[in-house]
């Protein structure tokens, strides 16, 4: 089975577990997912018997050469105006339409309960999204691709890193250096933080100017092929306190362990758990303010979660980061990331760049 057919099956599948005849897709992530159309202007309609994409005549021929080379099982209708007409007709006799309750507006659903009718209107959640949790072999593919350009943009910053540099310049090398070895974009807006800024696990890059004896994260990943890559590696300009020393090799540590955990059948929570007791045991996890992961796709946050709180289970084909850190403020922070395949026998880690902190002056 192809994967394009695979995917049209398993989301006409879909529709029988939650009791629909249809399910109305309008978000783009799961568009594309679901056809391989990228355009900003689409819906796609599953029924029981197909898949199809509504898009307009701007889209002739781009979401003809999308749909044959991703899934050619998925018929495309190009509408005459705005696709509304095409929609509803697609959607006759249709007595449970499902509609992406965690994404359509309030004002799109009230249409749909006006033009069908109050009781044919279902809400549903993470339909698509569950189907996306485990990625196939042509999505390992490519997320092992946005890794690679990841692992070897940093690689060709290190050398570049030095006091008198701002995060923003550091940040927009290295999004450069992405560009180079062909990212679309970066996976989201590089995080680099200098100094007491290393203690804010999201902080945005600023104007700040690194110096000598300063720690500094950059979690950065690449998307190729509309799909992402995350990683975060800490440094220390100079020769590191004795504090900073600990900081690294504990949260080091730490991570590890985190990625040593990882087996299919293990719940996603003994991950977090194993991250926060080695940190605990070490005397910091008061420290720890963040979950230990969460899965990588078509977005940069999927699930499974990696948390306390959550229930998921591995299984072959998941895809997540680990990535405990420690913050102290005023003083900095330190966090180790990678992402991870789970495989049929353990782990396989898909961003390899070298966790070597120091940074000689």
Known sequence: MSKATSRSARLCAALAEHNLDALVVSTPTNIRYATGFTGSNGTVIVRPDGVQLITDRRYTAWAAEEIAANAPDTEVVIASSAGRKEVLGLLDGANAVGLEAGHISWAEAEAFRADLGESRVVATTWLVEALREIKDADEVSKLQAAADVGDAALQLLIPELRPGLSEVEVSRRLAQHMFEHGAAVPSFEIIVASGPNSSKPHHEPTDRVIAPGDLLIIDSGATVDGYRSDMTRSFVFGT?????????????????????????????????????????????????????????????????????????????????????????????????????????????????SPKQPLIEL
């Not at 977090?272 to 070490?282: G, I, K, V």
């Not at 420290?287 to 992961?293: K, L």
């Open 240 to 352: 590191p306190t004795a504090q900073q020393h600990e900081m690294l090799e504990v949260v080091m540590v730490a991570q590890q362990a985190g990625v040593d955990a990882v087996r299919p059948g293990v719940q996603t929570s003994t991950i977090d758990a194993t991250c926060r007791t080695s940190l605990s045991d070490a005397g910091y996890g008061e420290f720890f303010t963040h979950g230990t992961g969460h899965g990588v796709g078509l977005d940069i946050h999927e699930a499974p979660s990696v948390s306390s709180s959550s229930t998921a289970t591995l299984a072959p084909g998941h895809i997540i980061t680990v990535e405990p850190g420690i913050y102290l403020p005023d003083v900095g922070g330190v966090r180790w990331e990678d992402t991870v395949a789970v495989t049929t026998d353990g782990v396989t880690p898909l961003t390899r």
